[in-house]
């Protein structure tokens, strides 16, 4: 009779190693399979190659990142969060330290380290890795995983597997969709992929052009559903936006950490079929009536000043040239000219600068994959299959997506921990 269990781990990304290092830590004969020719090749792109582990944010803030799918994540958090995270990494030499926004980065700076014990942490605990060892096939009898067929045909025993293969973005790290496929031919459901934390594209390519490079802070971001008649519709985001953000202005539309966090919405309304407008409030710390009392003071103290020269005390000087020629002012005439309800629409612009939204730069430029194996479909508890017997789901293969800041993360190192918990007695 066996003594141990022999568990098949899918991926060595961030779910996949941790949940090698708790498969064989709870006795399982662990072998983890990853198709590169190393492991956690996204770990070490994350963050800008710092890695964002995690945030500091408490539990209830913390599940508002995921949005609707956030309460799925509740037990999991309970069990394995953030203070147990980051003790195994302290176990391993990764000091950590808390970045603005809440977000804890290794205090080295560097993301390799973070993989690197990882990588310590399943080895030492005897977990066994193979490169070049692409999946093809999770083989089931009778409703039960009994192992997996190598992408070469050789398959291999299994009590039980965890797919932990990652999303479809970030390609060059081998995040390219297999385990949807592969779970899709098990009979689960999958939630439509689209892109999340994504650029998003614009109907105003010229503009967008022109303002290439432009970087602004301290604004806000509304996305609209604009009205025949009556009030625009708003879009709300995916998850809580914080307070004001940065932007950035791209050769195809805007992008920047506020645009990214609500572009999954502007990509869903687009998918809809609705028409999407992007409003920009460049001056968020100002009313309407105080930026008018602003531009009327300018004018009456430089009155032969033209209208780009004067918003460059306001805006950066692209930007500033922009609005000009958007204005129905235009560049050229001086601002003792400008009449009240010029002034007032100039305001407006200031207040409500919009942009058509076309879509977003593919699933493959996305930082995160949304969409993904349906949830209902999984215990939110050990994160089994409910559909294969001893067929485990964790990381981004699944239904989850977060808003940036560490919360991608938390939830693969969660959900992979549970898994090879559960997968491992």
Same mark, same amino acid.
């Given at each position: 009779?066996?003594?141990?269990?022999? /568990?098949?781990?899918?991926?060595?990304?961030? &779910?996949?190693?941790? +949940?090698?290092?708790?498969?064989?830590?709870?006795?399982?004969? &662990?072998?983890?399979?990853?198709?590169?020719?190393? =492991?956690?090749?996204?770990?070490?792109?994350?963050?800008?190659?710092?890695?964002?582990?995690?945030?500091?944010?408490?539990?209830?803030?913390?599940?508002?990142?995921?949005?609707?799918?956030?309460?799925?994540?509740?037990?999991?958090?309970?069990?394995? %969060?953030?203070?147990?995270?980051? +003790?195994?990494?302290?176990?391993?030499?990764?000091?950590?330290?808390?970045?603005?926004?809440?977000?804890?980065? $290794? !205090?080295?700076?560097? =993301?390799?380290? /973070?993989?690197?014990?990882?990588?310590?942490?399943?080895?030492?605990?005897?977990?066994?890795?193979?490169?070049?060892?692409?999946?093809?096939?999770?083989?089931?009898?009778?409703?039960?995983?009994?192992?997996?067929?190598?992408?070469?045909?050789?398959?291999?025993?299994?009590?039980?597997?965890?797919?932990?293969?990652?999303?479809?973005?970030?390609?060059?790290?081998?995040?390219?969709?297999?385990?949807?496929?592969?779970?899709?031919?098990?009979?689960?459901?999958?939630?439509?992929?689209?892109?999340?934390?994504?650029?998003?594209?614009?109907?105003?390519?010229?503009?967008?052009? *022109?303002?290439?490079?432009?970087?602004?802070?301290? /604004?806000?971001?509304?996305?609209?559903? @604009? *009205?025949?008649?009556?009030?625009?519709?708003?879009?709300?985001? @995916?998850?809580?936006?914080? @307070?004001?953000?940065?932007?950035?202005?791209?050769?195809?539309?805007?992008?920047? $950490?506020?645009?990214?966090?609500?572009?999954?919405?502007?990509?869903?309304?687009?998918?809809?079929?609705?028409?999407?407008?992007?409003?920009?409030?460049?001056?968020?710390?100002?009313?309407?009536?105080?930026?008018?009392?602003?531009?009327?003071?300018?004018?009456?103290?430089?009155?032969?000043?033209?209208?780009?020269?004067?918003?460059?005390?306001?805006?950066?000087?692209?930007?500033?040239?922009?609005?000009?020629?958007?204005?129905?002012?235009?560049?050229?005439? $001086?601002?003792?000219?400008?009449?009240?309800?010029?002034?007032?629409?100039?305001?407006?612009?200031?207040?409500?600068?919009?942009?058509?939204?076309?879509?977003?730069? $593919?699933?493959?430029?996305?930082?995160?994959?949304?969409?993904?194996?349906?949830?209902?479909?999984?215990? @939110?508890?050990? %994160? *089994?299959?409910?559909?294969?017997?001893?067929?485990?789901? +964790?990381?981004?293969?699944?239904?989850?997506?977060?808003?940036?800041?560490?919360?991608?993360?938390? +939830?693969?190192?969660?959900?992979?921990?549970?898994?090879?918990?559960?997968? !491992?007695?």
């Amino acid at each position: 009779m066996k003594s141990r269990r022999e /568990v098949i781990v899918i991926g060595a990304g961030a &779910a996949g190693l941790i +949940a090698a290092g708790r498969a064989a830590e709870l006795g399982a004969r &662990a072998l983890l399979l990853e198709k590169m020719e190393e =492991a956690g090749k996204k770990i070490l792109v994350s963050g800008q190659e710092r890695c964002n582990i995690t945030n500091a944010a408490p539990l209830e803030t913390f599940l508002t990142a995921y949005g609707h799918n956030g309460a799925f994540l509740r037990n999991a958090f309970h069990r394995f %969060f953030r203070e147990e995270l980051l +003790a195994l990494l302290q176990h391993y030499g990764v000091e950590t330290q808390v970045e603005r926004g809440g977000r804890l980065f $290794p !205090a080295s700076g560097r =993301a390799a380290d /973070v993989r690197d014990a990882l990588l310590r942490y399943a080895t030492e605990r005897g977990a066994v890795i193979r490169y070049r060892a692409a999946v093809q096939q999770i083989l089931v009898d009778q409703g039960n995983v009994t192992g997996v067929r190598m992408a070469g045909g050789e398959t291999l025993a299994a009590d039980a597997v965890i797919l932990a293969t990652g999303g479809a973005s970030w390609t060059s790290t081998g995040s390219t969709g297999d385990g949807y496929i592969i779970a899709r031919d098990l009979g689960h459901s999958l939630v439509p992929l689209r892109p999340a934390l994504v650029p998003l594209t614009v109907a105003e390519k010229a503009r967008a052009k *022109a303002l290439q490079g432009v970087s602004l802070r301290n /604004v806000t971001c509304t996305l609209l559903e @604009p *009205a025949v008649t009556g009030k625009d519709k708003v879009i709300p985001p @995916p998850w809580p936006l914080p @307070p004001t953000g940065e932007v950035l202005f791209t050769h195809f539309g805007i992008s920047g $950490p506020l645009v990214l966090s609500l572009s999954l919405a502007a990509v869903d309304a687009v998918r809809a079929g609705k028409t999407v407008m992007l409003a920009l409030d460049l001056k968020p710390g100002m009313r309407h009536e105080e930026i008018c009392a602003r531009l009327q003071r300018e004018f009456e103290q430089t009155p032969q000043r033209k209208l780009p020269h004067l918003l460059r005390g306001w805006v950066p000087s692209t930007l500033a040239d922009e609005l000009a020629k958007l204005s129905p002012i235009g560049a050229e005439r $001086p601002v003792h000219t400008i009449r009240a309800e010029e002034r007032d629409g100039l305001a407006l612009l200031l207040k409500n600068f919009r942009w058509r939204i076309t879509g977003a730069l $593919p699933l493959a430029a996305g930082m995160v994959t949304a969409g993904g194996i349906a949830l209902k479909e999984v215990d @939110p508890i050990s %994160f *089994a299959s409910r559909l294969i017997a001893g067929l485990y789901l +964790a990381g981004e293969v699944l239904d989850i997506a977060a808003d940036t800041g560490g919360y991608n993360l938390q +939830a693969a190192f969660s959900t992979g921990y549970l898994a090879a918990t559960a997968a !491992a007695k």
